[in-house]
C-alpha cells in the first residue's frame, strides 16, 4: 500500500495565482483531513471530510476550498495565494472513529512569495 | 479559544532518564479521543499512543504511556528510558464529534524535545 500519497513535494507560487494540492489514499479510509503547519503553532486544521461527498471547515478555512467527490482523493485548492499561505501541507486519512489514529503524508512545501 | 494546551515549547532530558510532555484539552464533548504524535526532524508524523475518553486504564505502548486525568482534563505523555532518538517534536490532539458529520482531530502547538547524551 502507498498510504497517503500528496503531491507536488515542494511548489513556489506568485502571489494571486491558484493551485490545487493533490492527496489520494488507498486504505479505503473515510476520514480525510487537511493540515498546515507554521512554525510555533503546531498543525491547524483547514478542512476535513467525514466521507465522500461531505467536508466542513476546520479552524483556517479562509483562502482554501475543497471536495470529496471520492473516497480516495481529497484535494485542496488554493483560490489566490497569499504570502500568509507559506507553510507546510499536510493531508491525513483515519479509517474510523475511535482508536484509530491518523495516517499522514509526507507533506508540501509551499512558498508564495 | 485554545483547545489543547501544550505549556513546554522546549524540554531537555538526559539519556535513559523518563520524561513526561504535559498536555490539556478542553471539550464540551463527552465522547472524546487523545492522540500523541511524534514529528521528527525528517518532518514525517508518526503516531504514537492514544486514550478513549471512557477508557478505564491509561493507555501504554512499549516505552510510551499516557497519563489520562479526566476531571482535570489532562493527557500528559510520559516516556520512560529516553533515547537520542527520541528527539523530536511531540504533538497532543484531540479527535472530537466521533461518529458525527463533525468527527474532527485538532492539534496543540507542540513541544520541542532533547535528549542529552
Known amino acids: 500500500n502507498a498510504g497517503v500519497t500528496q503531491t507536488p513535494k515542494f511548489q513556489v507560487l506568485k502571489t494571486g495565482q491558484s493551485m490545487t494540492l493533490q492527496c489520494a489514499q488507498d486504505?479505503?479510509?473515510?476520514?480525510m483531513s487537511w493540515y498546515r503547519q507554521d512554525p510555533g503553532m503546531g498543525l491547524r486544521l483547514i478542512h476535513y471530510?467525514?466521507?465522500?461527498?461531505?467536508?466542513d471547515q476546520g479552524e483556517v478555512p479562509n483562502g482554501y476550498n475543497v471536495s470529496r467527490s471520492t473516497t480516495e482523493d481529497f484535494p485542496l485548492r488554493l483560490l489566490s495565494a497569499a504570502p500568509s499561505q507559506t507553510s507546510v501541507y499536510f493531508c491525513?486519512?483515519?479509517?474510523?472513529?475511535?482508536?484509530?489514529?491518523?495516517?499522514f503524508g509526507s507533506g508540501t512545501r509551499l512558498t508564495v512569495v | 479559544a485554545q483547545k489543547i494546551t501544550q505549556t513546554q515549547p522546549g524540554m531537555f532530558v538526559q539519556e535513559k532518564e523518563a520524561v513526561t510532555l504535559d498536555c490539556t484539552y478542553d471539550?464540551?464533548?463527552?465522547?472524546?479521543?487523545l492522540f500523541w504524535y511524534k514529528q521528527p526532524s525528517s518532518g514525517e508524523m508518526i503516531f504514537l499512543i492514544y486514550?478513549?475518553?471512557?477508557?478505564?486504564q491509561n493507555a501504554t505502548e512499549g516505552r510510551y504511556s499516557l497519563n489520562f486525568q479526566k476531571a482535570r482534563k489532562s493527557a500528559n505523555l510520559v516516556i520512560s528510558a529516553s533515547q537520542l532518538g527520541d528527539s523530536a517534536m511531540y504533538f497532543c490532539?484531540?479527535?472530537?464529534?466521533?461518529?458525527?458529520?463533525?468527527?474532527?482531530?485538532?492539534f496543540g502547538p507542540g513541544t520541542s524535545l532533547s535528549v542529552i547524551p
Open positions: 490532539a484531540m479527535r472530537e464529534g466521533r461518529g458525527t458529520s463533525y468527527d474532527k482531530v485538532i
Open positions: 471530510s467525514v466521507g465522500a461527498g461531505i467536508t
Open positions: 471539550t464540551s464533548d463527552p465522547s472524546y479521543g
Open positions: 486514550q478513549g475518553s471512557y477508557d478505564q
Open positions: 486504505m479505503n479510509h473515510e476520514y
Open positions: 491525513a486519512s483515519s479509517r474510523g472513529t475511535g482508536h484509530y489514529g491518523y495516517t
